[in-house]
């Protein structure tokens, strides 16, 4: 989905999001802003790469991080939860997975990536894709892509 028609939804319902990242480091950020007149809906987000951002930032709790890993829907959900309510939006969205070229700690194969939308009324939703750009920067290009699509697909249920 395109990002101006999730604007456009944004606006008509009334809402915001937010974004924390992983391995996309700002990019669904990015693609958020180009659209002129986002600030009334997109107040900005969090990088939460490595080194405990999601613990400290996010409120991801130690026992989730170390249970169930770093690039997992659990870990999805927590971000997207954390990120809505540290800016205080309607939506929270993030993404977290492996890039590439080489496999992360995770052992799960580069591509894979877990998506997540928090929202109103207890709205959880992770999914996991996997992305066959071949490299790393497309790779990350498809995940920011399927996390805009699913916040879209959630928008429109709510509409």
Not at 21 to 37: I, K, N, R
Not at 87 to 103: H, R
Request: include cysteine; glycine fraction near 16%; hydrophobic fraction near 35%.
């Amino acid at each position: 989905m395109k990002v101006e028609e999730i604007g456009e939804m944004l606006v008509a319902q009334e809402k915001r999001v937010s974004v924390a990242e992983a391995d996309t480091c700002g990019l669904v950020g990015y693609m958020l802003s180009t659209v002129p007149g986002c600030s009334s809906w997109f107040p900005g987000g969090v990088i939460a790469y490595t080194g405990g951002l999601k613990q400290s930032i996010l409120g991801v709790s130690d026992e989730l991080y170390n249970t169930k890993g770093s690039v997992s829907p659990e870990m999805a959900i927590a971000m997207a939860a954390g990120v809505r309510d540290l800016t205080g939006t309607d939506y929270g969205l993030s993404v977290t997975g492996v890039a590439g070229p080489t496999g992360g700690k995770s052992g799960l194969p580069v591509g894979t990536f877990y998506i997540g939308v928090a929202g109103p009324d207890g709205l959880e939703v992770a999914e996991r894709i996997h992305t066959d750009a071949g490299d790393r920067d497309g790779n990350k290009r498809q995940s920011a892509q399927a996390v805009l699509d699913l916040l879209g697909e959630q928008l429109k249920k709510a509409s």
